[in-house]
């Protein structure tokens, strides 16, 4: 069974940094890309950040930019978002999801994921 745990969330001060993991089990990562997404109360889904198999990434979401970092442990089956100098406005729930293929979807669409993890609450806050 194909599953995907997010951690590593919580409440961080304006500027501050957070590492989220997603640990992956039923599947190797290594075949797949992975992606973090995030929805913000009353507003859609968006992508943030994108892994392939070849360490590659794709940025979804260009306020992150200089900020915002993924990363891929294939040994132990677990992805990471790195996250620096937090502003309020990345206040969300926090999600990885598994690509339906070994490559990111230049868009980020939600359906290029067939997999996803249940979510971890990232709040910045003073």
């Known amino acids: 069974q194909v599953q995907l745990v997010e951690s590593g969330g919580g409440l961080v001060r304006p500027g501050g940094s957070l590492r989220l993991s997603c640990a992956a089990s039923?599947?190797?990562?290594?075949?797949?890309?992975i992606g973090w997404f995030r929805q913000a109360p009353g507003k859609e889904r968006e992508g943030v950040l994108c892994i392939d198999t070849r360490y590659g990434y794709t940025t979804y979401t260009d306020s992150v930019k200089g900020r915002f970092s993924i990363s891929r442990d294939n040994a132990k089956n677990t992805a990471y978002l790195q996250m620096d100098s937090l502003k309020p406005e990345d206040t969300a729930v926090y999600y990885c999801?598994?690509?339906?293929?070994?490559?990111?979807?230049?868009?980020?669409?939600?359906?290029?994921?067939?997999?996803w993890g249940q979510g971890t609450q990232v709040t910045v806050s003073s």
């Open positions: 999801a598994k690509a339906r293929a070994n490559y990111c979807s230049t868009r980020g669409r939600a359906d290029s994921f067939d997999a």
């Open positions: 039923g599947f190797t990562l290594d075949g797949y890309g």
